[in-house]
C-alpha cells in the first residue's frame, strides 16, 4: 500500500501550474461516443478517473491512445453497448455514457453506480431527463437498461432535492445533441464544466444555446463530428493550492487559475484576511498571517464549491475563532472531520454543518483518506502538523490531482511517497 509521509514544512513558495479539469474531461470523453469520428483533447490531466473512463471506452469498442497531455479517441466499430459494474463501481462519473450509448446505438445498460462515501448519489435525475426524451428505463440485475427506437426533444426539469444536478445535465444535454426537435433544459446545472462540454459539443456540430445559465436549449441534429478542444483549467485543483497558501502563509502563483470560476473561494479567502491578487492568466494567494475564521455554506456554481469544503475545513481549523460549515450539495460529506480531529483540531458536527473551533496548532498523527477531497485537506492539514503525518488511501488522491505530492515538494513541503 502506498502513503505519503508530510512533514511539518514552512510556507508554500513558487509558481504552479494547474492541469485541466477532471470533471471537464470525463463527461467530453463519453461525449466522443456521439460520433464515428476521432476527436483530440488537449489539457488532460493523468489521473486515475481519466484511466478508468478509457478503460471504460475500449471495452465499448473506442481507441484511445493518451500521450502527453493528449487523448485521441477514435471510435471503431461499437463492441457493446454494456458499462460492466467492476468499471462503473470504481467511478460514479461513468454514469455519464449512459446519454450518448443510448443516444447512438438506441440502447445502453450502464451498471448503477452504487453507494458512495460522500454520502447517497442517486440518478433519478438522469433517469428522468432521458425518459422525457422518450426513452424506457428499467432496472434489471442492478444496471440501468435504456432503450429508445429515437430520442425526441421535450422540456426537461432538472431540480432535485439538492439542486440541479451536474452529470444529469451532462447526460441529457449530450443525448439531446442527436434527438429529433429541440430540448429544454430548465434548472440546468451552470458549472462551468457544463459550459466546457457544451463547446464541445458545439465543435462536433451540436446546437446549444443557453449553457453557463439556467435554462439550456439543444436543437437535434442528424450527425456529429470529430473536434479539437483544449479542457478548461481545474478550479478545484487551483482553489487547492489557494487554501495551500494560506494555510502555510505561502505565497503561490497558481498559473492558470480562472478568477471568473473561482468567485466565491477567493471571497472567503479575502474575509479570513488572505491576500488574493488576479493577475492576467493567474491568481497570486499570499497567507499574510493566521487566518481569521469565516462561515462558509456550499453551493452549485457560483457558490462555494462542495469540492473544496474538505480543504477549507482544514484551514479552519487552525484559523482564529470559531467558524460554522455547511454542506448544501452532500450533507453527508464529513468524513475527514475524524480524521482532522485526530490531528488535534477541534470540528464538531450537527447534522449538515461542521462548527470548527481554530486551535493554535495540528500534531502529525496517522491518518486515512475516505475520498478524493478529502485526502487533499488532510495533506495541507500535514504540512502545518508538528512532526510526521502518515497518509494511507492515496488512491483517492491520484483519482483526481495530477502529481500532487510532486508539484508540492516542487515548493517547499516535505513530502515524501512510499510503498
Ligand atoms: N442528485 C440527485 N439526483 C440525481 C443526481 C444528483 O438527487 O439524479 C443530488 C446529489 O445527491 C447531490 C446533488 O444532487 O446532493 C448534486 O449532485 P450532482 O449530480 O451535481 O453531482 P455529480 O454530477 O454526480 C459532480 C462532480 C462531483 C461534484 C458534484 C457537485 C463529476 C465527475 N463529479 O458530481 O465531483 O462534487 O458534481 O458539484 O463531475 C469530486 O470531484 O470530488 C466530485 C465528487
Known amino acids: ?67 502527453d497531455d493528449h487523448l485521441v479517441i477514435t471510435p471503431g466499430r461499437f463492441a457493446g453497448q454494456v458499462a460492466p459494474y467492476e468499471l462503473v463501481s470504481r467511478m460514479r462519473a461513468s454514469i455519464c455514457v449512459l446519454g450518448p450509448l443510448l443516444s447512438r446505438q438506441g440502447r445502453a445498460q450502464v451498471s448503477m453506480p452504487g453507494g458512495c462515501v460522500i454520502g447517497p448519489r442517486p440518478i433519478d435525475l438522469h433517469l428522468k431527463g432521458l425518459q422525457a426524451l422518450g426513452a424506457t428505463l428499467t432496472v434489471e440485475h442492478g444496471y440501468v437498461v435504456a432503450v429508445a427506437d429515437e430520442l425526441r426533444g421535450a422540456k426537461v426539469h432538472l431540480s432535485g432535492a439538492f439542486g440541479s444536478s451536474v452529470l444529469a445535465t451532462a447526460n441529457v444535454m449530450m443525448a439531446a445533441t442527436l434527438a429529433k426537435g429541440t430540448t429544454v433544459i430548465e434548472h440546468a446545472a451552470y458549472e462551468p464544466e457544463i459550459t466546457d462540454l457544451a463547446q464541445f459539443l458545439i465543435r462536433m456540430g451540436a446546437r446549444i444555446e443557453g449553457h453557463g445559465g439556467s435554462v439550456i436549449r439543444v436543437e437535434g441534429v442528424q450527425r456529429l463530428h470529430g473536434a479539437e478542444h483544449r479542457i478548461i483549467p481545474d478550479r478545484i485543483e487551483a482553489g487547492t493550492w489557494m487554501i495551500a497558501a494560506a494555510m502555510t502563509q505561502g505565497d503561490l502563483t497558481i498559473e492558470g487559475a480562472r478568477a471568473d470560476h473561482l468567485g466565491a473561494v477567493i471571497d472567503k479567502l479575502i474575509e479570513a484576511g488572505v491576500s488574493v491578487e488576479k493577475l492576467s492568466g493567474a491568481i497570486r494567494v499570499r497567507g499574510m498571517r493566521c487566518p481569521q475564521a469565516v462561515d462558509v455554506t456550499t453551493l452549485a456554481f457560483p457558490g462555494f464549491p462542495t469540492d473544496l469544503q474538505a480543504q477549507i475545513v482544514a484551514l479552519m481549523s487552525i484559523a482564529q475563532g470559531s467558524s460554522l460549515l455547511t454542506e448544501r450539495v452532500y450533507p453527508e460529506r ?54 510526521q503525518t502518515e497518509l494511507e488511501g492515496i488512491e483517492h488522491l491520484e483519482r483526481g490531482y495530477d502529481h500532487f505530492p510532486e508539484k508540492l515538494a516542487g515548493l517547499g513541503a516535505q513530502i515524501r511517497r512510499v510503498e
Request: proline share 4%; glycine share 10%; hydrophobic share 50%.
Open 1 to 67: 500500500m502506498a502513503r505519503l509521509l508530510i512533514e511539518h514544512s514552512g510556507p508554500l513558495e513558487g509558481r504552479v501550474t494547474i492541469n485541466g479539469a477532471k470533471n471537464a474531461v470525463l463527461p467530453i470523453m463519453a461525449a466522443c461516443l456521439l460520433t464515428d469520428e476521432p476527436s483530440t483533447i488537449e489539457g488532460v490531466p493523468h489521473v486515475t478517473d481519466v484511466l478508468l473512463m478509457i478503460e471504460i471506452l475500449r471495452h465499448l469498442g473506442l481507441q484511445v491512445e493518451f500521450t
Open 334 to 387: 464529513f468524513m475527514h472531520i475524524a480524521e482532522l480531529n485526530r490531528m488535534g483540531a477541534q470540528i464538531t458536527r450537527e447534522g449538515a454543518s461542521a462548527i470548527v473551533k481554530g486551535v493554535g496548532r495540528l500534531s502529525g498523527a496517522p491518518v486515512v483518506a475516505s475520498d478524493l477531497r478529502a485526502s487533499a485537506a488532510l495533506v495541507l492539514a500535514g504540512l502545518v502538523a508538528q512532526h
